[in-house]
Protein backbone atom coordinates (compact mmCIF):
# COMPACT_ATOMS: atom_id res chain seq x y z
CA UNK A 1 0.00 0.00 0.00
CA UNK A 2 1.54 3.01 -0.82
CA UNK A 3 2.57 5.85 2.06
CA UNK A 4 -0.66 8.13 1.05
CA UNK A 5 -3.49 5.42 1.18
CA UNK A 6 -2.56 5.22 5.39
CA UNK A 7 -4.08 8.33 6.08
CA UNK A 8 -3.15 10.17 9.19
CA UNK A 9 -2.31 7.30 11.67
CA UNK A 10 0.44 5.58 9.02
CA UNK A 11 -2.13 1.98 9.64
CA UNK A 12 -3.68 0.31 6.74
CA UNK A 13 -7.28 0.78 7.05
CA UNK A 14 -8.68 -2.05 5.67
CA UNK A 15 -6.88 -4.25 8.52
CA UNK A 16 -8.79 -1.81 11.50
CA UNK A 17 -11.82 -1.48 9.93
CA UNK A 18 -14.01 -4.75 9.57
CA UNK A 19 -16.45 -2.98 7.15
CA UNK A 20 -13.58 -2.82 4.71
CA UNK A 21 -14.19 -6.88 4.92
CA UNK A 22 -16.17 -8.74 3.00
CA UNK A 23 -20.35 -7.95 3.18
CA UNK A 24 -22.91 -10.73 4.54
CA UNK A 25 -26.30 -10.27 2.64
CA UNK A 26 -29.31 -10.95 4.63
CA UNK A 27 -32.54 -10.99 2.58
CA UNK A 28 -35.91 -10.06 3.82
CA UNK A 29 -39.41 -11.78 2.57
CA UNK A 30 -42.70 -12.25 3.08
CA UNK A 31 -44.53 -15.25 3.00
CA UNK A 32 -47.79 -16.33 3.95
CA UNK A 33 -47.96 -13.79 6.69
CA UNK A 34 -44.75 -14.75 7.77
CA UNK A 35 -41.31 -12.90 7.43
CA UNK A 36 -38.02 -15.07 6.12
CA UNK A 37 -34.53 -14.05 6.68
CA UNK A 38 -31.90 -15.13 4.78
CA UNK A 39 -28.32 -14.78 4.65
CA UNK A 40 -26.84 -17.13 1.69
CA UNK A 41 -23.45 -16.54 2.20
CA UNK A 42 -23.55 -18.26 5.78
CA UNK A 43 -26.76 -20.74 4.40
CA UNK A 44 -28.55 -19.73 7.72
CA UNK A 45 -32.60 -19.04 7.90
CA UNK A 46 -34.92 -17.89 9.75
CA UNK A 47 -38.85 -17.07 10.04
CA UNK A 48 -40.84 -15.18 12.17
CA UNK A 49 -44.01 -12.95 12.88
CA UNK A 50 -42.08 -9.22 12.14
CA UNK A 51 -39.68 -7.98 9.74
CA UNK A 52 -37.76 -6.88 12.71
CA UNK A 53 -37.56 -10.07 15.17
CA UNK A 54 -36.90 -11.95 11.69
CA UNK A 55 -33.78 -9.50 11.41
CA UNK A 56 -32.68 -9.30 14.86
CA UNK A 57 -33.25 -13.21 14.88
CA UNK A 58 -30.98 -13.95 11.71
CA UNK A 59 -28.37 -11.15 13.54
CA UNK A 60 -28.16 -13.42 16.65
CA UNK A 61 -27.53 -16.67 14.48
CA UNK A 62 -24.87 -15.43 12.54
CA UNK A 63 -23.23 -13.90 15.76
CA UNK A 64 -23.94 -17.75 17.27
CA UNK A 65 -22.47 -19.37 14.17
CA UNK A 66 -19.27 -17.10 14.08
CA UNK A 67 -18.38 -18.24 17.51
CA UNK A 68 -19.33 -21.83 16.97
CA UNK A 69 -17.15 -22.12 13.59
CA UNK A 70 -13.92 -20.59 15.37
CA UNK A 71 -14.89 -22.73 18.27
CA UNK A 72 -14.45 -25.88 15.63
CA UNK A 73 -12.90 -24.63 12.85
CA UNK A 74 -10.76 -27.43 12.25
CA UNK A 75 -14.25 -29.65 11.71
CA UNK A 76 -15.69 -26.49 9.69
CA UNK A 77 -12.52 -25.69 7.32
CA UNK A 78 -12.64 -29.28 6.54
CA UNK A 79 -16.25 -29.36 5.64
CA UNK A 80 -16.96 -28.79 1.55
CA UNK A 81 -20.14 -27.07 2.22
CA UNK A 82 -18.84 -24.94 5.43
CA UNK A 83 -14.85 -23.97 4.46
CA UNK A 84 -16.26 -21.12 2.30
CA UNK A 85 -17.81 -19.37 5.16
CA UNK A 86 -14.40 -18.65 6.85
CA UNK A 87 -13.66 -15.47 5.28
CA UNK A 88 -16.96 -13.97 6.37
CA UNK A 89 -16.97 -15.28 9.99
CA UNK A 90 -13.20 -13.95 10.60
CA UNK A 91 -14.68 -10.50 9.14
CA UNK A 92 -17.54 -11.03 11.68
CA UNK A 93 -15.09 -11.98 14.72
CA UNK A 94 -13.25 -9.02 13.88
CA UNK A 95 -16.04 -6.78 14.46
CA UNK A 96 -15.98 -5.36 18.09
CA UNK A 97 -19.28 -3.26 18.55
CA UNK A 98 -22.76 -4.32 17.23
CA UNK A 99 -22.75 -1.67 15.40
CA UNK A 100 -19.41 -2.55 13.56
CA UNK A 101 -21.04 -6.34 12.68
CA UNK A 102 -24.19 -4.08 11.86
CA UNK A 103 -22.06 -1.97 8.92
CA UNK A 104 -21.22 -5.61 7.73
CA UNK A 105 -24.78 -6.53 6.06
CA UNK A 106 -26.29 -5.34 3.25
CA UNK A 107 -30.08 -6.43 3.90
CA UNK A 108 -32.18 -6.83 0.68
CA UNK A 109 -36.30 -6.78 0.28
CA UNK A 110 -37.79 -8.79 -2.16
CA UNK A 111 -40.30 -11.41 -2.87
CA UNK A 112 -40.18 -15.09 -2.49
CA UNK A 113 -40.80 -16.94 -5.62
CA UNK A 114 -41.85 -20.51 -6.15
Do not use: F
Amino acid sequence: MREEEKGDSGADPSISDPTNQCKVTILLAKDNGLYCAKCPELDLVTELPTVDAALEDLIEAIQDYAKEYLRDRDRYAASPNRAHHLTYIEAIAACKTDWELRTLIEIKHGLVHV
